[in-house]
T-cell receptor, first 116, second 110 residues
Framework: DAGVIQSPRHEVTEMGQEVTLRCKPISGHNSLFWYRQTMMRGLELLIYFNNNVPIDDSGMPEDRFSAKMPNASFSTLKIQPSEPRDSAVYFC??????????????FGDGTRLSIL | GIQVEQSPPDLILQEGANSTLRCNFSDSVNNLQWFHQNPWGQLINLFYIPSGTKQNGRLSATTVATERYSLLYISSSQTTDSGVYFCAVGGETSGSRLTFGEGTQLTVNP
């Protein structure tokens, strides 16, 4: 079975440009998570969705960041305008969701983002 | 929010040795997961273990929720076990949110 698929794997762009990261969760998983990993802050949750609905976006750093999940098989994380401090590895993860019960999260291979 | 502390921060072993990694957390949890990040950066879920004991091959994990800690055991370590091991926890008011520890960097030498 295919795992979580993220694209692109690498992105290098100049500050001020719009960046769009994409994620396809594992089929049948109805929870989707966006994480960011940096040396300074480690792994931190940005936002997660249940059944395409944003549940907790308290980790989204500021208004320059936005995330959408238009359907069960696709999500985007957008940064506009991008800044050098946004450089990081961005991971998407998915899990099954059952009311009142957490499930293992499975991660994609990440997008390594560099803002010059 | 919940605080997560992992120890040791770094560990160097010879192939074949056993090791124990520890995760302490500051509050009650209903979600605890162990991950391995390999040298290529991939994050692999090892265990979902909010309580009790589980085993998968050479790896096993135990969580004692009442005492707020979890242990990951690696037996007969191999060079492919190298990488960073993360503990991540979620409390009863966290929904599905996980808070990650800083990880244990494991190096297994041949």
């Amino acid at each position: 079975d295919a795992g979580v698929i993220q694209s692109p794997r690498h992105e290098v762009t100049e500050m001020g440009q719009e960046v769009t990261l994409r994620c396809k969760p594992i089929s049948g998983h109805n929870s989707l998570f966006w994480y960011r990993q940096t040396m300074m802050r480690g792994l931190e949750l940005l936002i997660y969705f249940n059944n395409n609905v944003p549940i907790d976006d308290s980790g989204m750093p500021e208004d320059r960041f936005s995330a959408k999940m238009p359907n069960a098989s696709f999500s985007t994380l957008k940064i506009q305008p991008s800044e050098p401090r946004d450089s990081a590895v961005y991971f998407c993860a998915s899990s099954p969701h059952h009311r009142g019960s957490n499930q293992p999260q499975h991660f994609g291979d990440g997008t390594r983002l560099s803002i010059l | 929010g919940i605080q997560v502390e992992q120890s040791p921060p770094d560990l160097i072993l010879q192939e074949g040795a056993n090791s124990t990694l520890r995760c302490n957390f500051s509050d009650s949890v209903n979600n605890l997961q162990w991950f391995h990040q390999n040298p290529w950066g991939q994050l692999i879920n090892l265990f979902y273990i909010p309580s009790g004991t589980k085993q998968n091959g050479r790896l096993s994990a135990t969580t004692v929720a009442t005492e707020r800690y979890s242990l990951l055991y690696i037996s007969s370590s191999q060079t492919t076990d190298s990488g960073v091991y993360f503990c991540a926890v979620g409390g009863e008011t966290s929904g599905s949110r996980l808070t990650f520890g800083e990880g244990t960097q494991l190096t297994v030498n041949p």
